[in-house]
């Protein structure tokens, strides 16, 4: 039992550590953005990344044995999973292209969160103590195939991005 609570300890501790290091590296981005001249896309797509990357574990911690965040936005921070991809795709296109800029054609960059909230749909339609398992809910057979299958495509879409963001 000890060795249990030893583990969460220090999944706690590590988890802290990388939310002081991200908002750290948020604060120093930041104030990049003051101080640097002409296009900073790249800043801020780094920004954006951080920015998942801070919810993301935020997230994790608020929804751990340790704290008690309201049940209400339990599962709805996956929608912006698909955030990393994009956000790294932008920086290094910032970095690699001659005149770094956002253009109207990039708005096909948020097709992927539209795609993992429609993914997301059916369990983020639940209740939030249902979705968090602190209440029973009843929830039909069918439906439950629904959340599954729902589920199952929104972690095969989010294994396709890395490949199409990363082949770009």
Known sequence: MI???QQLY?????????????VFVLLGLLLR???APGPRVNIWAMIAFFLVNLADGVNALAYSDMFSAPSAFFRWNDVIIPGFMVSLFIYVRALTDANPAL???D?????????????????????????????????SE???????????AFWVFWIGLLIVYGAL
């Not at 096909?108 to 809910?137: E, K, N, Q």
């Not at 439950?144 to 199952?152: A, F, N, P, V, Y």
Request: charged share 20%; proline share 5%; hydrophobic share 45%.
């Open 142 to 152: 069918r439906y439950q195939q629904l959340i599954d299958i729902g589920e199952t």
């Open 107 to 139: 708005a096909v960059h948020l097709i992927p969160f539209g795609l993992g909230l429609v993914c997301l749909s059916p369990t983020l339609m639940l209740p939030g103590d249902v979705r968090r398992g602190a209440v029973d809910g009843a929830i």
């Open 33 to 35: 953005l003051r101080d």
């Open 103 to 105: 253009y109207r054609r």
């Open 3 to 5: 060795e249990i609570h």
């Open 10 to 22: 220090w999944e706690r501790l590590g988890l802290a550590g990388a939310l002081a290091v991200t």
